[in-house]
Every structure is written in structure tokens, then in C-alpha cells.
């Protein structure tokens, strides 16, 4: 029974791997108290996780903002305020290395004797070198790849956090169920929930050739909010397509504090929403049309080539 509810509490998505390298497979579980080091060369931060957790501590700081901000407008800036402290703190980053198993691998002096003293003071240093190590990993998780490090590191946090962050908020939902719950499949397949500044340049990449029209246009009047959002509004965009056969066939729709960040959430539901397979359909069809002009480019080449080659050259005299 014991070993159940173990199970239960391990989190369901595996943790992303980050690039082993000779300084990345070590660096995110050493401790600086492990490392001897020449004060006057200073080499010990590049040999601890004291790097990584600074910049861990800032990305996992910002991505929870980011997800709080997004799916959590409806409440006050103090409540999400405390729903970031409430993801971010030691003990739940400590919670996490736990579940994954870094505490094993954690490199500390009088380890031993800091797990013991733990029991005793509310194990705060312990889960303060924890906590630490988390953030490390992150960091390292991003690092090792420049594209698409960031997002994988972002939808891993997000499917941690979710169900801390509903049951946190499951008595605060305003009338009418605003705010879509997150779980932790959420972010696996779901990608209209993840705000991305370049959907609108990604779509134009892959559908948008000559005679093909996206049109972005105002869905209905800007929203003025009111509360603790006084002063903000709400935009909404509808984004049309014309070509490939089509006529003014909507695609997406969103909406955002501007008309810019609309714009890319009607972008994003369009690329991953209902209209998904039609997005597709005309990148097929733009791939087949570059793929012939690029023969037909080819082909003239070679004939103007092959001409070239077989007129006869002028004599001088």
C-alpha cells in the first residue's frame, strides 16, 4: 500500500534529458563545498551548479510568470503573485528533485550529515541544496539545445505545476468557469495553450505564396477590463485565408492585450485549432509549387546551358 501511494505521488511525464557533455553531465548535482580550488584563478563556479542555479532560478522565475499571467488573468496581481512563490519556492523545487530522483546524485560535503540535520530543523538546508540542483537542471535542460531547449524545459514545468496550481485555485474560478483548467496532458499535445510571439511569421512561412491572402481582421470591438485590469483591454482578431482554393476561409481566432498578440493566438489556432488540417494541406500543396519552379528553374538552366554549348563560335579576322 505504501509502495501505491508512492507511485501516485511521482510525476507522470518523464523529465526532459539535457545534452551530456563532460561539464553539463556532472555540473547540475555538484556542490561547491566538494570542489578545492585556487582563489586567485577562481575556476570553482564553472566546476559547481552555482552558474546553472542562477540562471535556472531566473528561467524557471519567468515561465512561471508567464503561465500564471496567461492562464490566470482573472485573478489579482497579489494572488498570482503568490501562485508563482507557491511553484517556485525551495520546498516544491525540492519536491521535484526528489521525484526525479537528483537527490541521489547530488554531490555535497557531510551529505550525510545534512540529510540528519534536515529531519530535525524542517530539512530546509538540505531542500535549499535541492531546490538549487532543480534549478541547475533546468538551466542545463535549455542550454543544451539553443531551439528548442526553452520550450521543453516550459512544457515539463507546466505539466508539473498544473495540479498544484488547480487544486491551489479550484474555489477561486469565477461565474461562467473562466480560465481553462490545466492538466498534465495539457501541454503535451496542446499547443494552442502556449503563447508563441512568432506563430503569425510561422504560418505566413509555411502557407503564404503569390495570389494566397492571410488576412488578419478585427472579430469584434476591444474589450474594456475593468477591476484590478482597469485600464487594459482586450482585443480580438479573425484571420482569414484566400488561395489554394479557398475564399475567406477562417482559420483561427484569438484574442490579447494588443492586437499583435491576438493576432499570434489566431495564428497558433490555426496552425494547431480545428483549421490544423487545412494549414497543412495548403504547406503541401506550397512545397509541391516551390518544387516545380525549382525543376522548371533547372530545366531552363540546363537548356540555356546546353545552348551555350552548341552555337558555333564567332570567328575573327
Known amino acids: 500500500m505504501k509502495r501505491q501511494h508512492e507511485e501516485r505521488d511521482q510525476p507522470s511525464n518523464k523529465k526532459p534529458k539535457h545534452a551530456s557533455n563532460a561539464v553539463t553531465a556532472y555540473v547540475p548535482f555538484t556542490h561547491r563545498s566538494t570542489v ?11 566546476l559547481t551548479y552555482d552558474r546553472l542555479e542562477f540562471l535556472g532560478d531566473a528561467y524557471i522565475e519567468i515561465i512561471a510568470s508567464r503561465l500564471i499571467f496567461e492562464r490566470f488573468n482573472y485573478l489579482p496581481v497579489g494572488r498570482q503573485s503568490q501562485l508563482r512563490e507557491l511553484v517556485v519556492k ?27 540535520e534536515g ?3 524542517g ?7 535541492l531546490g538549487d540542483v532543480f534549478e541547475a537542471y533546468v538551466a542545463a535542460v535549455i542550454l543544451s539545445d539553443a531551439e528548442e531547449g526553452f520550450a521543453v524545459a516550459e512544457k515539463w514545468l507546466t505539466s508539473l505545476w498544473a495540479m498544484k496550481l488547480e487544486e491551489a485555485v479550484k474555489d477561486e474560478r469565477p461565474v461562467g468557469g473562466h480560465g481553462a483548467q490545466l492538466t498534465h496532458s495539457d501541454y503535451k499535445a496542446d499547443a494552442r495553450k502556449m503563447y508563441d510571439p512568432a506563430a503569425k511569421a510561422e504560418l505566413q512561412k509555411r502557407v503564404l505564396d503569390n495570389g494566397v491572402k492571410l488576412g488578419y481582421e478585427v472579430d ?10 482597469l485600464g487594459q483591454n482586450r482585443h480580438f482578431i479573425a484571420l482569414y485565408l484566400t488561395g489554394y482554393g479557398y475564399e ?3 482559420l483561427g481566432k484569438g484574442e490579447g492585450k494588443n492586437k499583435v498578440e491576438a493576432g499570434n493566438w489566431a495564428a497558433t489556432d ?9 494549414v497543412e494541406e495548403c504547406a503541401e500543396k506550397l512545397k509541391l509549387i516551390k518544387k516545380e519552379r525549382a525543376e522548371k528553374k533547372a530545366r531552363l538552366l540546363a537548356e ?8 558555333p563560335k564567332q570567328e575573327t579576322g
Open 220 to 229: 469584434r470591438p476591444p474589450l474594456e477590463l475593468k477591476g484590478d485590469q
Open 119 to 121: 529531519k530535525q530543523k
Open 90 to 116: 525551495n520546498e516544491t523545487l525540492a519536491e521535484y528533485s526528489r521525484a526525479y530522483g537528483l537527490d541521489k546524485r547530488v554531490e555535497v560535503a557531510a551529505l550525510e550529515q545534512m540529510r540528519e
Open 123 to 129: 530539512n530546509k538546508g538540505f531542500n535549499k541544496v
Open 270 to 278: 490555426a496552425m494547431h485549432g480545428e483549421s490544423k488540417g487545412i
Open 304 to 311: 540555356q546551358e546546353a545552348a551555350a554549348a552548341g552555337s
Open 248 to 250: 475567406r476561409r477562417l
Open 36 to 46: 578545492t580550488y585556487n582563489r586567485a584563478a577562481s575556476t570553482a563556479p564553472d
